[in-house]
Antibody, heavy 118, light 107 residues
Framework: EVQLVESGGGLVQPGASLKLSCVAS????????MSWVRQTPGKTMEWIGD????????NYAPSLKNRFTISRDNAKSTLYLQMSNVRSEDTATYYC???????????WGQGASVTVSS | DIRMTQSPASLSASLGETVNIECLAS??????LAWYQQKPGKSPQLLIY???SLQNGVPSRFSGSGSGTQYSLKINSLQSEDVATYFC?????????FGSGTKLEIK
């Protein structure tokens, strides 16, 4: 059974940095593209970006490219999202997803809640 | 970016009814469209991909159709467990984009 477990969320001050992790199990992590998606408190879904199975290539939403970085450690079956200079509008639930078929999100984690507030 | 316009925003229907949810893309997405179901308090789950392919384990009362810029999700014989918010998502072009969601309730 595919499992994706995010961690690292919480309350963070504006301008700070935060790193989310997603531990994968139940599939061969190094065979799959992975992505991050966030959902705002108003339920809007926003794709953040994705990373190739070997970590050699990433794509980002243009509005987030300068502040967010996606990486992975295939030896640890772990996906990361480094967030820098966070803003109140980054308040959201962040989901790790397993991507197949060029962008289909086959499996989702339970989500990590991030609140940006002073 | 490709804009995905989803309608209606909310929908109330009776058990056993058939409902349709629409998604309009701002340009041709060549059937690179997925539908997700998000039950209250849960993570989204994939229902349909490639516009009309049913994900393993998804009940056959769910179906997808469409091409070009217009797509739809149909739910036959509405069940109580179908109460959820439904999202469409295009993956034809980066950045991938989602519709704004349709909240489905039972009347």
């Amino acid at each position: 059974e595919v499992q994706l477990v995010e961690s690292g969320g919480g309350l963070v001050q504006p301008g700070a940095s935060l790193k989310l992790s997603c531990v994968a199990s139940g599939f061969t992590f190094s065979d799959y593209w992975m992505s991050w998606v966030r959902q705002t408190p108003g339920k809007t879904m926003e794709w953040i970006g994705d990373i190739k199975y070997d970590g050699s290539y990433t794509n980002y939403a243009p509005s987030l490219k300068n502040r967010f970085t996606i990486s992975r450690d295939n030896a640890k079956s772990t996906l990361y999202l480094q967030m820098s200079n966070v803003r109140s509008e980054d308040t959201a639930t962040y989901y790790c997803t397993m991507a197949t078929g060029g962008g289909v999100m086959d499996a989702w984690g339970q989500g990590a809640s991030v609140t940006v507030s002073s | 970016d490709i804009r995905m316009t989803q309608s209606p925003a909310s929908l109330s229907a009776s058990l056993g009814e058939t409902v349709n949810i629409e998604c309009l893309a701002s340009e041709d997405i060549y059937s690179d469209l997925a539908w997700y179901q998000q039950k209250p308090g849960k993570s989204p789950q994939l229902l349909i991909y490639n516009a009309n392919s049913l994900q393993n384990g998804v009940p056959s009362r769910f179906s997808g159709s469409g091409s070009g810029t217009q797509y739809s999700l149909k739910i036959n014989s509405l069940q109580s467990e179908d109460v959820a918010t439904y999202f469409c998502q295009q993956y034809n072009n980066y950045p991938f984009t989602f519709g704004s969601g349709t909240k489905l309730e039972i009347k």
